[in-house]
């Protein structure tokens, strides 16, 4: 048997039984990786021959794994604490840990979702591009109709404006059931007694003045609750409490309508001489009154002057004038 140039012999070894002690191949062969003690359940492998000079060698080889070696330890992730889980929560098992764990088991990962389409935002799919309408402009309310409409009126005025004239014709002419309920009318029917007030303001014209508003605000609420409308005229003083606007407003209700009738003091004058009997005023007291009339410019009050207008005409503009009250309501 030829063994290569420079190769060592190895020691005689008895039949069945390894190499001699004290005999080992990297001692001759300082190039040749060492070969691990052969374990209680390692088989012996052969030993192949070394190369000869002058050739390459072939590369180390790995050395085998026992096959009851441990497996390799791997960093273990932070643990952190398990978050809680509701009644539906689906349980995982617990990830084995320690040196008898075959090898590290990755948590399970969510599911990956799928891209979102193009024309999507989110998880909600956006609908076509379509032009958008301008918002219509909502129609008007339509007009307060004054003539079909159950109202309370009260007509201020000097003697001589026209007021019982005016209502009078205005209450004939409704479409809806109309009353006409005059203050000086309702205070003549104090025949024996009656207080006058051309023979001056006291206590006893006051007193019969009061009664008779009283009994005209009395007419207009019932009138008012069966559905028929009332027009009132009245000589009311913007500057006199006790003829004021807030006796009418107690006896009729919060829904009477002021309207000033206010022509120039010449028509007042011209019209009073027309008159007879009681209700016929001198001329200072008619100027005296016509003046203290001038104080409801400013008041918020609609004022109406009918000096170049007649009774018909007058008619149709208190209705217009009713018509912007019952939708913004004067303040008085």
Not at 314 to 321: I, K, S
Request: hydrophobic share 35%; proline share 21%.
């Amino acid at each position: 048997m030829q063994h290569a140039v420079g190769s060592p012999l190895p020691p005689p070894h008895q039949p069945g039984h390894g190499p001699a002690d004290g005999w080992s191949p990297a001692a001759h062969h300082p190039d040749r990786p060492p070969e691990p003690p052969p374990g209680p359940h390692r088989a012996s492998a052969p030993v192949p021959p070394p190369p000869a000079p002058g050739y390459p060698g072939l590369p180390p080889a790995t050395p085998p794994v026992p096959p009851h070696a441990p497996a390799p330890q791997y960093a273990q992730p932070p643990q952190h604490p398990p978050a809680p889980q509701g009644p539906s929560a689906p349980q995982h098992p617990p990830v084995p840990q320690g040196p008898s764990a075959p090898r590290h088991v990755q948590p399970p990962q969510p599911p990956r979702q799928a891209p979102h389409p193009p024309d999507g935002t989110g998880h909600v799919p956006l609908p076509p591009g379509r032009p958008v309408s301008a918002p219509s402009v909502p129609p008007a309310p339509p007009a307060a109709d004054p003539a079909g409409t159950v109202l309370a009126v009260l007509l201020i005025g000097p003697a001589g404006a026209g007021k019982t004239s005016v209502a009078k014709y205005w209450a004939d002419h409704r479409r809806v059931p109309t009353a006409h309920i005059s203050l000086d009318d309702v205070r003549e029917w104090v025949r024996s007694g009656f207080a006058d007030p051309q023979s001056g303001w006291n206590e006893h014209s006051e007193a019969q003045y009061r009664l008779a508003r009283r009994t005209c605000g009395f007419a207009a609420r019932n009138f008012l609750a069966n559905g028929i409308s009332c027009i009132l005229d009245d000589a009311v003083f913007p500057d006199r409490p006790v003829v004021g606007l807030g006796g009418w407003k107690r006896h009729v209700g919060p829904g009477l309508l002021p309207v000033v009738l206010l022509p120039g003091l010449d028509v007042v004058l011209e019209r009073n001489a027309e008159r007879a009997g009681n209700r016929r005023l001198t001329d200072e007291e008619v100027a005296r009154i016509h003046g203290r009339m001038a104080g409801w410019y400013g008041s918020g009050l609609p004022i109406i002057d009918n000096s170049q207008i007649d009774v018909p005409e007058t008619a149709r503009v208190l209705d217009d004038v009713l018509a912007r009250s019952i939708a913004s309501p004067p303040t008085w």
